[in-house]
């Protein structure tokens, strides 16, 4: 930081004189903002440490990420169609593996109704007089009210705006209009005619059944009034596209998973080689790394590794009951290893075991123990990541203060400076100008002499 110290300050500061007072002024201020310098060098260290904890505290959050991965990926199969010209299927959470056999005899339909009558346009007059057209969905009544200035499509959007599943359409058959009611799909939601006061006529029966999905799942008999079947295979959505068979499977995708292990060995690598990159202390310029002594770094990554050192499933006899029974090791420099092949060696050996490792009830399993770990690190409630940055934050606020304060005893010094050297400036051209008066008056009392 340097202060500028123009000849806005002192018109003229040294010019009839041998001292150059604004270079002065300008020396003296420069040196007394030394302070301010050394503080402000202070706080972009800070700045730069606070930044790091930062970029840790994300890279924790993508550990984190993947760690939720791995058990999601535990706890959540696919589901798979053979057929998907007879059924599609989508899971929702479910945790039972299996095959299932579906037969699906007939789709669920909706009753359709058309107007009898048509229209010459969309904004054709659709009542003459005020009344209502009022129907019922099932055992469910609805009613809209019409008048004069109804018209064809504001009928239909009326109708839609009654949220009874009856939607109302208007279809143009080549020559006029005509208004088209559909239901529900299912025998349960006919449409009932009750009061009709407008012009569109509807016969007395409509122009297409309604009718139930019927199916077999595995052997038992299924009639919906929905070709989505919802929950017949808990946590699984079926949707029916056609008649015929398909089989259902619903399993892990350990494919999925293998590589989501490898990911989060990737995220934990990195993370370590940004604790290293950051641990150092040069003792040449005596500068050291933002986590150089941190008990906060010390502490998230001492709990980051001892979660792969629990022992598991002790009381089923298991092999399979440790980190390393499923592929994973550290090596000599702290890296977190992995062995893909020995991992789907043990799920195909028994999957629940590699399960209970990775995650449990309990809560204890190794990417439990990771989540458990980033949470706390992270906490806005007194998690050591948290803290320290904090504490860091804290620190560049207090030097702020104290570089506000030195800056205005700076500028406070830099002004009396100005209003001394302006007087001494004002004193020296005044010696100087007697000087002159002086030599001008014994230059010319010599020269009378000589004369």
């Known amino acids: 930081m340097s202060m500028q110290v123009g000849s806005n300050y002192i018109l003229g500061l040294g010019n009839t004189s041998n001292l150059n007072l604004q270079s002065m002024l300008q020396q003296l201020v420069t040196a007394q903002s030394q302070p301010i310098i050394n503080l402000q060098a202070q706080q972009t260290q800070q700045k730069a440490y606070l930044q790091t904890f930062s970029n840790f505290s994300s890279q924790l959050i993508q550990l984190q990420t993947s760690a939720n991965n791995i058990i999601q990926d535990l706890t959540q199969q696919t589901a798979t169609s053979s057929n998907t010209s007879v059924a599609t299927v989508s899971n929702n959470q479910t945790t ?10 007939q789709l669920a339909k909706a009753q359709v109704w058309v107007s009898s009558n048509g229209f010459s346009s969309p904004n054709s007059q659709a009542a003459t007089s005020n009344g209502v057209f009022s129907f019922s969905i099932g055992s469910q009544s609805y009613s809209v009210t019409v008048n004069t200035s109804t018209t064809l499509q504001s009928l239909a959007n009326a109708i839609n705006a009654t949220n009874s599943g009856l939607s109302a359409s208007i279809v143009y058959n080549g020559s006029s209009y005509n208004l088209v009611l559909t239901t529900p799909t299912g025998t349960q939601n006919n449409l009932t005619i009750n009061t009709n006061n407008t012009l569109a006529v509807f016969g007395s029966t409509p122009t297409q059944n309604s009718q139930d999905a019927q199916a077999t799942l595995d052997g038992v008999s299924i009639t919906s009034q929905s070709n989505d079947l919802k929950n017949y295979i808990q946590g699984v959505d079926i949707q029916l596209q056609g008649t015929g068979t398909t089989t259902i499977t619903l399993n892990y995708n350990t494919s999925q998973l293998t590589q989501d292990m490898q990911t989060f060995v990737n995220n934990y690598n990195n993370l370590l080689q940004y604790v290293n990159q950051n641990n150092s202390y040069d003792s040449t310029t005596n500068i050291a790394g933002a986590f150089f002594g941190s008990t906060a770094i010390q502490s998230v990554m001492a709990s980051l590794r001892n979660a792969f050192f629990g022992l598991f499933n002790q009381n089923t006899n ?73 504490i860091i934050q804290n620190q560049i606020n207090s030097l ?49 002499k000589s004369g």
């Open 96 to 105: 039972a593996s299996g095959i299932h056999t579906l037969s699906v005899t």
């Open 318 to 390: 298991q092999t399979i009951n440790s980190a390393e029974s499923i592929g994973f090791s550290f090596d000599r420099n702290g890296n977190l290893q992995f062995n893909s092949l020995t991992f789907q060696q043990a799920l195909s050996t028994n999957f629940n075991a590699v399960k209970n490792i990775l995650t449990n009830s309990s809560a204890n399993g190794i990417m439990d123990l990771i989540n458990n770990a980033v949470n706390q690190a992270t906490s806005v409630n007194g998690g050591a990541i948290t803290t320290a940055q904090n």
């Open 400 to 448: 702020q203060s104290q570089i506000n304060t030195l800056k205005q005893n700076l500028q406070n010094y830099q002004n009396n400076l100005v209003v001394q050297f302006s007087q001494l400036n004002t004193i020296m051209n005044q010696m100087q100008a007697q000087s002159q008066y002086l030599t001008t008056m014994f230059d010319s009392l010599t020269g009378t």
